[in-house]
Every structure is written in C-alpha cells, then in structure tokens.
T-cell receptor, first 113, second 115 residues
C-alpha cells in the first residue's frame, strides 16, 4: 500500500536555527498538508498546498514557516528561526482529491533546545 | 470556527467489551467527519469517514460511527474490542463546501485494551 514518508524521524536543533522537514507524499496525490502536534495537545493544521501554491494556512503558519515542492516528489516545511515552542511532532499528509481522508506520514519529532 | 471535543481522555477496557468513544463538534454548517487511529509507534490512519448519506458508517477493523446531526455528534463504536485495538483515536471535522480543506482534530482518546 502506498504511504507518505517523512525524514528525519527526529530532529534536534538549537533555538534560532533553521530546519527543513521533508516529506514524500503518495505519488498520484495532488493535495499536500502539514499538521503539527505539540506534546499533549491536539493535532493542529498548519498549511495546505495545491498546484504549487499555498491554498490555505492557519494562524500558526506565520512568516517563520514556508513550504515548497522543490521537485516532483518532495514536499518540505521550513522553519526559518526555530523557537522553543516549535517543538512538536510534525505530520505531513496528502490526498488525491480535495475533500477526502488524508494519508498521514509517520511524523518528524522536532525538538528545539 | 469549528472545534471538536473528545471528552474521554483515556478509556481502559477488557477484551470483548463494547466500545463507544464520544466526539462532538461545533459548527453550524455541513461537515465531513473522520475518525483516525494511531497505533503505538505508527502513522495516523483513517478509520472511517462520513460525507453524506447513511449516517451510520462502517470502517475498517469492525469499527463504525454514527452521525447524529441534532446532537452534533459522531461517536465511534465497536461491539467487541481486541487487545490490538489499543491505540489513540482522533475525531476530526472538516467544514464542507467552504473551500477550507483543513481538518480540525479533537485531543484524542487513548484506548487501552487489557487482554
């Protein structure tokens, strides 16, 4: 069964550093998403991406965040200058059509020290 | 804005017991509803979804959920749980027809099934 993959599984970084989280969505999917889950809290929507542009973003997704699809397979989330409160599990997801159950990746645990 | 409430934070059951996990949402319009499951160390996986039609939806692994519009609820049920159902269960809602495609998740319910 096709699956969404994410790398790395765990990233530790110092406050103020830039991080790039990588995702490979399912190959025939057209809609891509990032969600995050701070420990003990809800899974929260960050951003959706379609046709090479952001289609929707939440209040969390401020200027420190950016997304990119640099080639035909990868989908990345960049945090420009990490803060302690960015520590969370970041989930990538993809879907074939707009409203559908999304396929989630295993997540990248980001720890900002 | 939509929100989702899961009032049971941790449920402990013996094998073969029946399960019902509560999910309530707040949104006045038409919604799409989902249950996701996250087994220990694994991905979030779609368990079942409701878009329209029969309010009783059946998912994988013997799970079902019933959409009760008047109660703004979408409770998850399983008549007889197994040890392998131990996982975290997330209810999620998406507002239909708004162009918004993001999911609002509940806080999750941890289910522990004792053999």
């Amino acid at each position: 069964e096709p699956e969404v993959t994410q790398t790395p599984s765990h990233q530790v970084t110092q406050m103020g550093q830039e991080v790039i989280l990588r995702c490979v969505p399912i190959s025939n999917h057209l809609y891509f998403y990032w969600y995050r889950q701070i420990l003990g809290q809800k899974v929260e929507f960050l951003v959706s991406f379609y046709n090479n542009e952001i289609s929707e973003k939440s209040e969390i997704f401020d200027d420190q965040f950016s997304v990119e699809r640099p080639d035909g397979s990868n989908f990345t989330l960049k945090i420009r200058s990490t803060k302690l409160e960015d520590s969370a599990m970041y989930f990538c997801a993809s879907s074939e059509v707009e409203v559908q159950g999304k396929y989630f990746g295993p997540g990248t645990r980001l720890t900002v020290t | 804005a939509q929100s989702v409430s899961q009032h049971n934070h941790h449920v402990i059951l013996s094998e073969a017991a029946s399960l019902e996990l509560g999910c309530n949402y707040s949104y006045g319009g038409t919604v799409n509803l989902f249950w996701y499951v996250q087994y220990p160390g694994q991905h979030l996986q779609l368990l079942l979804k409701y878009f329209s039609g029969d309010p009783l939806v059946k998912g994988i692994k013997g799970f079902e959920a019933e959409f009760i519009k008047s109660k703004f609820s979408f409770n998850l049920r399983k008549p007889s749980v197994q040890w392998s159902d131990t996982a975290e269960y997330f209810c999620a809602v998406n507002a239909s027809g708004t162009g918004a495609n993001n999911l609002f998740f509940g806080t999750g319910t941890r289910l522990t099934v004792i053999p």
